[in-house]
């Protein structure tokens, strides 16, 4: 039977069970539940979430932040990181902290993290004899030194990487609302925070100590009366250059590199953009190989009031106030009125169409950040000669029951490097 014969036959009275079913094919199959669903049930009201995976009702959605709110955030951001912007949408703190956060990740950084990239790759494979696991070496570690290195946040390995699981787990993969989870995000937010404040306030107390990067040029505007920031959102916001940017990361360079590998129509040409130091060819590479995996395949938001979904539409839907809706960016990406042929891979297209790093409002604070890290980590992996997945289960992403990839193992020819 097909997703919605399937959910069709579970009784009504037991939504338990309904909600069991959605997650359990959110988990197994998502791309043959999405297809379906874009095709004959583009609103799904279920115990879960109300989802909506056709492109105009999803960035209807997304472009109605004060209709549709990042209200539910607060829930596991708050306790962890203290109230911090993606829990808020209008608001001051929201405008104020967001405007700030954006004059510290400057674009002319840009270049200087795209040959930071390449240098900490390029040392991981030299010390690599024909083969590697991605996650292992590779595709946490470049996030981990950005964030320690480059953002400034300068935390020892096995506490970011442990703080990073934590609140990202809670605050965007836990559907199910799972109280572990939430208690774990809670308890890392608060050792982060721990750890933060005397490091930080030996950067206050010493103004000698101050670098170029995006902590220390917070630690400075702080000081500005007209640009103040208060001491407890600094600390919030330092926070927040963790939780975006480390699993995310690894996952998006992981399930774009998989997809280039497993696609021998593609790989050739993908591997030659790699090669052409002079092009960022590789860039349109990585993201459309990224929309077949994408890193999240779904935003959620509140329904601030009673509202309608799909307006002007045969499959227009009431909803109430309260609802949580699930506005479904990965199923969105494979909508023809978004994307032509969108069962094709194609490499000419738009690069603002994407919805890997979401849209409107709340679209990822550190997007300019993650569209030079990911594609520049898939280039150097793509330009070792005869490169290939692993042999075996290995050469298969292994989530180890968890959110995240754990394992990803490639493969290359040690004797063809010069």
């Known amino acids: 039977m097909s997703f919605l014969q399937e959910y069709d036959s579970i009784s009504t009275n037991d939504p338990s069970a309904q909600a069991a079913f959605v997650i359990k094919w959110l988990r197994g199959n998502p791309t043959a539940m999405f297809?379906?669903?874009?095709?004959?049930?583009?609103?799904?009201?279920?115990?879960?979430?109300?989802?909506?995976?056709?492109?105009?009702?999803?960035?209807?959605?997304?472009?109605?932040?004060?209709?549709?709110?990042?209200?539910?955030?607060?829930?596991?951001?708050?306790?962890?990181?203290?109230?911090?912007?993606?829990?808020?949408?209008e608001t001051e703190l929201?405008?104020?902290?967001?405007?700030?956060?954006?004059a510290v990740l400057r674009h002319d950084d840009l270049p200087r993290l795209k040959a930071f990239v390449g240098s900490i790759v390029t040392s991981e494979l030299s010390t690599s004899e024909g083969g590697l696991d991605v996650v292992a070496r590779i595709s946490r570690l470049v996030p981990l030194r950005i964030v320690q290195s480059f953002f400034g946040f300068a935390a020892p390995d096995e506490l970011m990487l442990k703080w990073s699981f934590a609140t990202q787990h809670a605050m965007f993969r836990n559907l199910g609302g799972d109280p572990v989870v939430e208690r774990a995000c809670i308890d890392a937010g608060v050792e982060m925070r721990n750890w933060l404040w005397p490091f930080l306030a030996a950067k206050w107390a010493?103004?000698?100590?101050?670098?170029?990067?995006?902590?220390?040029?917070?630690?400075?505007?702080?000081?500005?009366?007209?640009?103040?920031i208060a001491t407890d959102r600094?600390?919030?916001?330092?926070?927040?250059?963790?939780?975006?940017?480390?699993?995310?990361?690894?996952?998006?360079?992981?399930?774009?590199?998989?997809?280039?590998?497993?696609?021998?129509?593609?790989?050739?040409?993908?591997?030659?953009?790699?090669?052409?130091?002079?092009?960022?060819?590789?860039?349109?590479?990585?993201?459309?190989?990224?929309?077949?995996?994408?890193?999240?395949?779904?935003?959620?938001?509140?329904?601030?009031?009673d509202c309608q979904l799909g307006v002007g539409t045969p499959y227009a839907t009431k909803i109430t106030r309260g609802s949580r809706i699930a506005a479904c960016t990965g199923p969105a990406m494979f909508d023809e009125g978004l994307f032509r042929e969108a069962s094709a891979f194609k490499v000419d297209r738009p690069r603002e169409s994407y919805l890997h790093l979401g849209f409107g409002h709340h679209e990822c604070l550190g997007?300019?950040?993650?569209?030079?890290?990911?594609?520049?980590?898939?280039?150097?992996?793509?330009?070792?000669?005869?490169?290939?997945?692993?042999?075996?289960?290995?050469?298969?992403?292994?989530?180890a029951g968890g959110p995240f990839p754990e394992h990803f193992s490639i493969e290359w020819d040690q004797a063809k490097l010069q």
């Open 234 to 305: 600094v600390v919030s916001n330092v926070c927040g250059l963790l939780v975006g940017a480390i699993e995310t990361m690894s996952q998006a360079i992981v399930q774009s590199l998989e997809q280039l590998l497993q696609r021998n129509d593609v790989l050739p040409a993908a591997i030659k953009a790699a090669k052409d130091l002079g092009s960022d060819d590789i860039h349109s590479y990585a993201l459309e190989a990224l929309r077949f995996n994408p890193i999240t395949a779904m935003q959620i938001r509140y329904a601030e009031r």
């Open 206 to 228: 010493d103004p000698g100590l101050s670098d170029d990067t995006p902590v220390d040029r917070l630690i400075r505007l702080s000081r500005n009366c007209d640009l103040a």
């Open 35 to 89: 297809d379906e669903l874009r095709a004959d049930r583009p609103i799904f009201i279920n115990p879960v979430f109300t989802m909506v995976v056709r492109a105009t009702d999803v960035l209807d959605i997304l472009s109605q932040h004060q209709l549709f709110s990042v209200r539910l955030n607060a829930k596991s951001m708050d306790p962890a990181v203290g109230p911090f912007m993606l829990a808020r949408d």
């Open 94 to 102: 929201n405008w104020h902290e967001k405007s700030i956060m954006r």
């Open 367 to 399: 997007k300019y950040v993650a569209l030079v890290a990911i594609p520049e980590t898939v280039r150097h992996l793509l330009s070792m000669p005869g490169i290939r997945r692993a042999a075996g289960d290995s050469g298969k992403i292994d989530f």
